[in-house]
C-alpha cells in the first residue's frame, strides 16, 4: 500500500501534467496572446489552483450548444427552411439605408425584415401591465425566459397568469437560468408543473461543459402565439417593479414587437428550449406584417459564446463605426475591452455626438469600479459621460444618427460581450429612433454629467479600488 509521501508525489505529478495539457489548451485557443501567455504562467507555477480556475473561467466558447444557423444538418433545418420560405418577401433590400448594417446580418446569421411594429415599454409597471395582457390573450401557447425569476409579488403574478393560461388548455413553456435563478424554490416550480407548465432550467453546465459555471443566459424574452413578443433589460422580481427601497427607482426598458421578427425572436428562444430539454415545439413559423400597419425595418440581434465570433463584441463595434452625427448610449454597467473603447475613441475623435449614461448608485460594487477605471479613457477622446442619480438605471439602448435604435439585454460589458447568451432588437426608422431620443433626453435630464479629473480628485483609495476591479474587467 503506497504511503503518504508517495501518494503527494503522484498527486503532485498529476496536477503538473493537467497544468501541463491545459496550458497546450490554451495555446491553441487562446484569445489574445497576453491573456494566453498569463493562464500559461499561472498553469505551470500553481496547477493546484490554476486548473480548476481556468476550467470554470477560462474558456471562451460555449461547446454543445447547437447553433442553427452554423451547423447542417440540424434539428432546426425545417424551421429555417420554411422562414426563408414564407417570410422572403420581408426581407429588406440592403441596398435601401445603411450598408453598413450589412456586416450586422453576418454577424448574427439573420436579415432586416420590414413590416414591424415596435413599442417602448418604459419601466416596470408598463411593462408588465403588457405581459399579462398579452399573456390573458394567449390562444395556443406562451414563451417566457428570464435570468432571475423570484418567488415575490411580482413573479407569483407571473405565476399565476401562466397557471390560468395553461389550466385553459394553451401551451405554456417556461425557461429560465439556473444561476441567475438559483433562489427560486422547488414549490414555485412545482405548482407551475402541476398545472400544466412546462418550466425548465438553462443549465450551462450541460452536456459537454459540466465545469463551465460562468457562462449565463441573459435572455429576456416572451413570445404569444407567434404574433407578438417582448424583449428586453427587466426579470421577473418586486425589484425591477421598484419595490426595494435600496434600488427604487428602477429605470429600465422593453420593447414589444409585431411583424416577422417574432419569428426571429421565437427562434432564439426554441434555440435554447431545445438546449434545455432536447425538444422543439411546434409552432406558428408564418411571418405576419404588423397589425397596426407600420412598416419598419428591424434586425433581432442572439448573441452568446456559442457563435462562431465574439458576435456581442462585434456588434457593437460595427454599430459604433457607423455612427456619423451620434451615438447615445444607456449601459447600467461599463467595463469593456479595448476594441469597443477604440470604436467608441474614434467615433467621438471624428465628431460624433457620444454621450453614455450609467448609473450613480452599484448594484455590483466590483463592475462599479471597473467602471470608473475606463473614465479618463473614454473622456480625453471627447466622449461626454453621465450618471443618473435618480434610482438605479439598468436600461439597455443604444442610438445612432437619428435612424437607428437597439433595445435588448445586452450591457456594455465584457460578460455580455463574450460569456453570456444575450439578445436585442435593431430598429432603422426615424420614427422610433425619435421616440427613443425623447426617453434618453429625459434619462439624462435625471443626470449630472462626469468631469475630466474627477477620478483624479477622488482620493488614492478609491483609485486604488477602480484599477484593482479593472483586472477582474475580462469575467465582469
Given at each position: ?8 508525489g503522484?498527486?503532485i505529478?498529476?496536477f ?15 484569445r489574445?496572446p ?6 500559461i504562467f499561472f ?6 489552483l490554476?486548473?480548476?480556475?481556468y ?7 460555449y ?13 432546426f ?7 426563408h ?10 441596398d ?7 456586416a ?15 413599442e417602448?415599454?418604459?419601466?416596470g409597471e408598463?411593462t ?19 435570468f432571475?425569476?423570484?418567488d415575490?409579488g411580482i ?19 417556461f425557461l429560465f ?6 433562489h427560486?424554490?422547488?414549490h ?5 408543473r402541476?398545472?400544466?407548465?412546462q ?14 459555471l460562468?457562462f449565463?443566459?441573459?435572455?429576456k ?12 433589460g427587466?426579470?421577473?422580481g ?10 427604487s427607482p428602477w429605470?429600465d426598458?422593453f ?10 425572436l421565437?427562434?432564439s ?18 411571418p405576419?406584417?404588423a397589425?397596426?400597419?407600420v ?32 451615438l447615445?448610449?444607456?449601459t447600467?454597467?461599463?467595463v469593456f475591452?479595448?476594441?469597443?473603447l ?10 460624433v ?14 463592475a462599479y469600479?471597473a467602471g ?14 453621465f450618471?443618473?442619480k435618480e434610482?438605479?438605471l439598468?436600461?439597455?439602448?443604444v442610438?445612432?444618427d ?16 463574450r460569456l ?7 430598429v432603422?426608422?426615424?420614427?422610433f429612433?425619435s ?13 449630472s ?13 478609491f483609485?486604488l479600488?477602480?484599477?484593482?476591479a479593472r483586472l ?5
Amino acid at each position: 500500500m503506497p504511503d503518504t509521501w508517495t501518494l503527494a508525489g503522484l498527486l503532485i505529478a498529476l496536477f503538473h501534467g493537467a497544468g501541463f495539457l491545459t496550458s497546450v489548451h490554451v495555446l491553441m485557443t487562446g484569445r489574445t496572446p497576453q491573456g494566453a501567455l498569463a493562464w500559461i504562467f499561472f498553469l505551470v507555477l500553481l496547477p493546484y489552483l490554476a486548473v480548476p480556475l481556468y476550467w470554470v473561467f477560462g474558456p471562451r466558447r460555449y461547446d454543445g450548444y447547437i447553433d442553427s444557423r452554423l451547423t447542417s444538418p440540424t434539428p432546426f433545418d425545417s424551421i429555417v427552411g420554411e422562414l426563408h420560405e414564407t417570410g422572403a418577401e420581408y426581407i429588406c433590400d440592403r441596398d435601401e439605408g445603411r450598408s453598413s448594417l450589412v456586416a450586422l446580418e453576418r454577424i448574427v446569421r439573420l436579415p432586416f425584415t420590414h413590416g414591424n411594429d415596435v413599442e417602448l415599454l418604459i419601466d416596470g409597471e408598463a411593462t408588465f401591465a403588457a405581459f399579462f395582457d398579452a399573456i390573458d390573450r394567449a390562444e395556443r401557447y406562451v414563451a417566457v425566459q428570464f435570468f432571475i425569476v423570484h418567488d415575490d409579488g411580482i413573479g407569483r403574478d407571473m405565476k399565476d397568469a401562466l397557471i390560468e393560461r395553461a389550466r385553459a388548455g394553451v401551451e405554456v413553456l417556461f425557461l429560465f437560468d439556473e444561476v441567475g435563478s438559483r433562489h427560486l424554490p422547488e414549490h414555485y416550480k412545482a405548482e407551475l408543473r402541476g398545472a400544466g407548465v412546462q418550466i425548465k432550467p438553462f443549465s450551462t453546465t450541460r452536456h459537454a461543459n459540466r465545469f463551465q459555471l460562468n457562462f449565463r443566459n441573459h435572455r429576456k424574452l416572451i413570445i404569444v402565439d407567434g404574433e407578438t413578443a417582448f424583449v428586453g433589460g427587466l426579470n421577473c422580481g418586486d425589484e425591477y417593479m421598484g419595490r426595494d427601497p435600496k434600488m427604487s427607482p428602477w429605470r429600465d426598458t422593453f420593447t414589444r414587437v409585431q411583424g416577422p421578427s417574432v419569428q426571429a425572436l421565437q427562434l432564439s428562444f426554441v434555440e435554447d428550449w431545445h438546449w434545455a430539454t432536447d425538444e422543439i415545439p411546434e409552432w406558428n413559423w408564418e411571418p405576419k406584417p404588423a397589425p397596426s400597419g407600420v412598416d419598419w425595418n428591424a434586425l433581432v440581434l442572439p448573441t452568446g459564446p456559442a457563435d462562431t465570433f465574439e458576435s456581442c463584441s462585434l456588434l457593437f463595434v460595427a454599430l459604433f463605426h457607423s455612427a456619423e452625427t451620434r451615438l447615445w448610449i444607456s449601459t447600467p454597467y461599463f467595463v469593456f475591452d479595448n476594441q469597443v473603447l477604440s470604436a467608441l475613441q474614434l467615433a467621438a475623435l471624428r465628431g460624433v455626438d457620444v454621450r453614455i449614461l450609467v448609473p450613480e448608485r452599484a448594484d455590483y460594487e466590483t463592475a462599479y469600479f471597473a467602471g470608473w477605471s475606463f473614465h479618463d479613457d473614454v473622456l480625453e477622446s471627447g466622449c461626454r459621460i453621465f450618471r443618473y442619480k435618480e434610482g438605479f438605471l439598468h436600461q439597455k439602448a443604444v442610438l445612432v444618427d437619428d435612424d437607428l435604435a437597439l433595445l435588448g439585454t445586452m450591457n456594455l460589458d465584457n460578460r455580455s460581450m463574450r460569456l453570456n447568451f444575450e439578445i436585442g432588437i435593431l430598429v432603422e426608422n426615424e420614427t422610433f429612433a425619435s421616440r427613443v431620443e425623447e426617453m434618453l433626453e429625459e434619462d439624462l435630464a435625471r443626470a449630472s454629467e462626469v468631469r475630466q479629473k474627477e477620478l483624479e480628485e477622488a482620493g488614492f483609495f478609491f483609485r486604488l479600488k477602480a484599477r484593482l476591479a479593472r483586472l477582474f474587467a475580462p469575467i465582469l
